[in-house]
T-cell receptor, first 114, second 113 residues
Framework: DTGVSQDPRHKITKRGQNVTFRCDPI?????LYWYRQTLGQGPEFLTY????????KSRLLSDRFSAERPKGSFSTLEIQRTEQGDSAMYLC????????????FGQGTRLTVV | KNQVEQSPQSLIILEGKNCTLQ??????????LRWYKQDTGRGPVSLTI?????NTKSNGRYTATLDADTKQSSLHITASQLSDSASYIC????????????FGTGTRLKVLA
């Protein structure tokens, strides 16, 4: 396990379609985060899991967004009825959850809604 | 509102030169501050992390400083290389817990040969 893995790297979808992204964190990390990053901006927090529990959701995460981490390992982020404004890089990060532990980021999934 | 602001927004320097990037934050109370490097189309990679009690932290040619009293941090890059071309993002831990991070918008650095 060399790091956080995200799949797919790129996704192009038509407006109105549903998409699902997957994140595999570093195996011993119990904390997992999803962020969204648009061009020229820093990442914005979407949601956070500690093990399988989703402890916080940003107001950026509308009803069309849902995230799961069913067994406390990998996580999925689903966007239903995609809109052009959903086009962004979706980043996943994980950390060991102790004190000032570092968050390690995946390479991201670049979503383009056409 | 807790914010992290960075300057300059973009910077162009010649290879071999030094540069300093600035970060001002209003997050309070403060837990820790990180600098990340993000190559285009890639995820951020951590360069340094500092708690409120630390004033400086080095990682090779990267040196970060922190003044918790004025809520300012800087990242100094020495003898820049072409591979330093990237966005540098200042990240401060959310005061409600270290599990959430507040990102600055980044400084886009371009190093020219």
């Amino acid at each position: 396990d060399t790091g956080v893995s995200q799949d797919p790297r790129h996704k192009i979808t038509k407006r109105g379609q549903n998409v699902t992204f997957r994140c595999d964190p570093i195996s011993e990390h119990n904390r997992l985060y999803w962020y969204r990053q648009t061009l020229g901006q820093g990442p914005e927090f979407l949601t956070y899991f500690q093990n399988e529990a989703q402890l916080e959701k940003s107001r950026l995460l509308s009803d069309r967004f849902s995230a799961e981490r069913p067994k406390g390992s990998f996580s999925t982020l689903e966007i239903q009825r995609t809109e052009q404004g959903d086009s962004a890089m979706y980043l996943c990060a994980s950390s060991s959850g102790t004190g000032a532990s570092e968050a390690f980021f995946g390479q991201g999934t670049r979503l383009t809604v056409v | 509102k807790n914010q992290v602001e960075q300057s300059p927004q973009s910077l162009i320097i010649l290879e071999g030169k030094n540069c300093t990037l600035q970060c001002n934050y209003t997050v309070s109370p403060f837990s820790n501050l990180r600098w990340y490097k993000q190559d285009t189309g890639r995820g951020p990679v951590s360069l340094t992390i500092m708690t409120f009690s630390e004033n400086t932290k080095s990682n090779g040619r990267y040196t970060a400083t922190l003044d918790a009293d004025t809520k300012q941090s800087s990242l100094h890059i020495t003898a820049s290389q072409l591979s330093d071309s990237a966005s540098y993002i200042c990240v401060v831990s959310d005061p409600s817990g270290t599990y959430k991070y507040i990102f600055g918008t980044g400084t886009r650095l371009k190093v020219l040969a």
